[in-house]
């Protein structure tokens, strides 16, 4: 999945009674910085709106700034105060853009000989930070540091990955394959609420239309590039003895139908009811399907669990879309660790992740069936994150937590054992809701991403249970 490059609006401000030559200085300098720092950025500056590129006269600057970043179509604003700055501007641009809006100042320096200072960087981000609440604009704020200090790197590439979380949330489609299976009522979703609520849509399909679109593929009535890809790639990277080609043929040509009825729609995830009317009509598992589009950052979550969809989206948004999700069950204690858990699925999770060099491709082991069409094997550990979006009686929080892997013992399925804080906290919690047993996980620290993400998503609440919030604000705060 190609993710187009987030746009940044640059807006360094100054005021008129400090000196513009050193609010200039520093225009450069942390632009030159912000560069540095490796992002996947467009930036959309202010040069050519006026001779120094610098928000200051609220006269003239706030509506040619708005009007250039919304042509620009900006994701997300930086107000760098290169020195006190100008309050009402950076108030009235960011309440008409109604991005993400990130306060920061370089650390002053000490006044000069004759006690004159040049700056008053941190007297005028008091000014700003109270005129944006009047305003009633949600904002990041990053510590007054030096330009090159790690706290002003840290919350800038984390605003930037909130950013990027909310900008994939308020664009949100979720292709749903199919209702849920009739006996899991844990999948129950409000669709009327999320579209009113966050603007997310679902595009649902039958089951009749993957089927017919499977076998129009398989049966090369469609272009054949992308089935032979996808076929070549099974048979490389994994053991499918025990199934056989017309197996792999028909796996693959399921994930070419998905991808292209989610390209057709514009959806970002999918949601599919995996059993048990899919391998009755197609005679494999949609298991290895999901996990090669997961890994294509196409996620896929089973038994149509549009929640665990939404959460996989902005997980994946928070890791600038680098790594893999993968959607798990909660499953059972680990046997001797008493902060140990099983993360199962049939076998869903994405082929990159697989400690062996060539997992089996087999059938399912759970259905009297048996159909193809399931990756199985052990998964690697490390640190990651568990998150999972979820909400009842018009409420919606996101759970975040975090996990390392741990040794277990062999089970079927795709699998990854992990050790936790406190499990029986996480267990109460999960328990009394709004949660479920679904959760999907990723190899990265994402929490304070998404975490600053919710204030600019009005209606989600973040509930982080390792770290808590003000570990996580200290994290920020550099402390």
């Known amino acids: ?45 202010l040069e050519g ?10 006269h003239i600057g706030a509506e040619q700034i708005i009007e250039r970043f919304t042509r620009e179509q900006v994701d997300a604003v930086f107000f760098p105060h290169c020195n006190f700055g100008t309050e009402d501007t950076v108030a ?38 109270k005129v944006l609440r009047r ?19 840290r919350g800038f590439t984390n605003f930037i990955a ?32 999320l579209l009113e609520k966050f603007g997310i849509e679902l595009h649902p399909i039958t089951l009749i239309d993957i089927q017919r679109e499977t076998k129009r593929i398989e049966q090369g009535k469609a272009s054949s590039s992308e089935l032979a890809a996808a076929v070549d790639y099974i048979k490389e990277k994994l053991d499918w003895t025990e199934v056989g080609e017309e197996a792999v043929i028909r796996v693959a040509a399921l994930k070419v139908a998905m991808k292209n009825y989610a390209i057709q729609t514009g959806s970002t995830a999918i949601a599919i009811q995996c059993w048990s009317a899919l391998q009755e009509s197609l005679a494999i598992m949609p298991c290895l399907a999901n996990a090669i589009l997961t890994d294509e950052q196409i996620p896929v979550t ?19 879309n680098t790594h893999p999700t993968f959607f798990a069950d909660l499953t059972i204690r680990h046997p001797e660790n008493p902060n140990g858990e099983l993360l199962f699925h049939c076998g869903n999770f994405p082929v990159s992740m697989s400690v062996e060099q060539k997992p089996k491709l087999r059938r399912h082991f759970l259905f009297d069936d048996h159909s193809p069409g399931t990756h199985e094997g052990e998964i690697k550990g ?52 709004p949660y479920v047993h679904h959760s999907v996980g990723i190899h990265a620290n994402v929490i304070p991403a998404i975490y600053e993400a919710c204030q600019y998503i009005p209606g989600l609440s973040p509930d982080l ?3 808590t919030e003000e570990e996580v604000k200290r994290y920020l705060r550099g402390s």
């Open 162 to 193: 909130a950013a990027n979380v909310v900008r994939q949330f308020r664009s949100l489609r979720i292709l749903q394959i199919g209702p849920r299976p009739s006996s899991f009522w844990t999948m129950m979703c409000n669709e009327g609420e």
């Open 465 to 467: 249970v390792d770290p």
């Open 92 to 129: 009235r641009v960011g309440k008409a853009l109604g991005k993400p809006v990130l306060l920061w100042g370089p650390r002053d320096e000490a006044p000069l000989e004759d006690g004159m200072r040049l700056r008053d960087t941190q007297c005028g981000l008091f000014a700003t930070g």
């Open 302 to 320: 089973c038994e149509t669990d549009i929640h665990g969809a939404i959460t996989s989206v902005m997980v994946q948004a928070a890791a600038f």
């Open 135 to 153: 305003f009633n604009v949600p904002f990041t704020y990053i510590t007054n540091s030096r330009v090159d200090a790690p706290v002003f790197e």
């Open 1 to 45: 999945m190609i993710v187009k490059k987030l746009k940044l609006g640059y807006a360094p401000t100054r005021r008129f009674v400090f000196s513009a030559e050193d609010a200039f200085r520093y225009k450069v300098m942390i632009r030159e910085k912000l560069e540095s720092f490796g992002l996947e950025l467009d930036i959309v500056d």
């Open 382 to 433: 490390g640190s990651m994150t568990l998150a999972r979006f979820d909400g009842d009686h018009g409420e919606y929080s996101i759970f975040l937590g975090k996990a390392k892997g741990i040794e277990g013992p062999y089970t079927r399925g795709s699998y990854v054992w992990v050790e936790v804080n406190d499990w029986p906290l996480w267990e109460e919690k999960l328990v009394k809701g």
């Open 49 to 58: 709106l006026n001779e120094e590129g610098l928000l200051y006269n609220d």
